[in-house]
């Protein structure tokens, strides 16, 4: 079946880009709930999974709510309020959800308040809801869990794709206008007259089911899907695959980059940094390095500091990243970088004709 979604002049004035942290919690963690990740991801899904499976959270809410097919509940990706909200943004967005719209949600999903997911039979009705003054305060907590397991050591590198993206489009749209920019986002969305049209879905996407308007998001784990949400009164909401994902996860790191880098900074550091590519703990960096874990700490507390590096707990240890300054350093010719937008990414074929779409 397919979507048609009509368009008024208002309706595209209205019409916007925003990068979402939410839309990247439930894709990727949808993605990482199939047994064979497309080989796309399957770098970050190694690496990512062992964690997720160790905090629990594949027998949580959020595993009762991303199911790893089908629907997915919309109040899990609110309305952006700008063009790049923050991740606790959104999740103050999620804990205003309406009632309402919760209850509508979780009996699409054939979920009960009498059996919560992800709690033992002995707990009391209503857990996922939440009987407090902070509702669904304990889905924050997994969301948060899962953020900084799954994507906050790799946000630098993600958050540089979409807004690379986001830049890239708007200088299309003031080249070309909205109609050419609608019409490239993915093989199953075209332009027609006015009419959004997205074929082979089984789920339709009308202006009578949303509000005016339309939010474009790109993102890094939907592909090679578009993803949409239609809840009025809000905007209708649609989840692209973002160009470039294709050299997402390859090593960027430079040897002549290091090197200048080393100049400045010092050899050791600058190996720290090179060896970043991939999040990594102390123990796995002195494990690779010439340098003691004590002489690794040190080290890393000074490039932190110096806001070139992140720490993020993951259990009993911590994985440092890099920062998108630091990747500015030794990766200047990485694709995510807005400043290269117009030059064409690779996309190792996003737009497979061969891959089902997920239907929402």
Same mark, same amino acid.
């Given at each position: 079946m397919d979507s048609a979604l009509s368009f008024s002049a208002a309706d595209l004035a209205q019409t916007r880009f925003a990068v979402s942290p939410m839309w990247e919690v439930v894709t990727s963690f949808r993605l990482l709930r199939h047994d064979n990740p497309p080989p796309l991801h399957r770098r970050w899904a190694n690496q990512v999974r062992p964690r997720v499976r160790a905090a629990g959270l594949y027998r949580g809410r959020l595993a009762a709510l991303v199911p790893p097919r089908g629907y997915l509940a919309d109040f899990l990706t609110p309305t952006p309020a700008g063009p790049f909200p923050t991740l606790e943004g959104e999740l103050d967005a999620i804990e205003r959800t309406p009632a309402e719209q919760i209850a509508r949600d979780l009996e699409t999903l054939g979920i009960t308040t009498r059996n919560p997911p992800g709690n033992p039979p002995a707990n009391p009705p209503g857990n996922l809801l939440g009987t407090t003054s902070a509702p669904l305060a304990g889905l924050r907590d997994e969301l948060l869990t899962y953020w900084e397991l799954a994507l906050a050591p790799y946000w630098a590198r993600i958050r540089g794709l979409l807004e690379a993206d986001v830049f890239?489009? &708007?200088?299309?749209?003031? !080249?070309?206008?909205? &109609?050419? @920019?609608?019409? !490239?986002?993915? !093989?199953?969305? +075209? $332009?027609?007259?006015?009419?959004?049209?997205? @074929?082979?879905? %089984? +789920? %339709?996407?009308?202006?009578?089911? *949303?509000?005016?308007?339309?939010?474009?998001?790109?993102? &890094?784990? %939907? $592909?090679p899907r578009v993803l949409t949400r239609s809840v009025a009164p809000d905007p209708p909401q649609l989840a692209y695959p973002a160009r470039g994902i294709g050299n997402l996860w390859e090593p960027r790191t430079t040897s002549t980059a290091t090197e200048a880098v080393a100049g400045v900074l010092g050899r050791s550091r600058a190996l720290l940094l090179a060896e970043l590519d991939t999040p990594a703990s102390t123990t796995q960096l002195a494990t690779v390095l010439p340098l003691s874990? *004590? *002489?690794?700490?040190?080290h890393l507390t000074a490039l932190r500091h110096a806001g070139l590096v992140t720490a993020h707990r993951s259990g009993r240890s911590v994985?440092? &990243?890099r920062t998108a300054v630091a990747d500015a350093l030794l990766c200047p010719d990485a694709t995510g970088s807005p400043a290269r937008t117009d030059s064409p990414a690779r996309t190792d074929s996003p737009t497979r004709t061969d891959s089902p779409l997920e239907l929402r």
């Open positions: 890239h489009r &708007a200088r299309q749209v003031a !080249e070309h206008g909205s &109609a050419r @920019v609608l019409g !490239e986002l993915h !093989e199953t969305v +075209c $332009w027609d007259d006015g009419t959004l049209r997205l @074929v082979r879905r %089984a +789920c %339709a996407l009308t202006r009578d089911q *949303a509000g005016s308007g339309l939010l474009l998001i790109p993102s &890094a784990f %939907a $592909w874990a *004590a *002489a690794v700490s040190q994985l440092y &990243a």
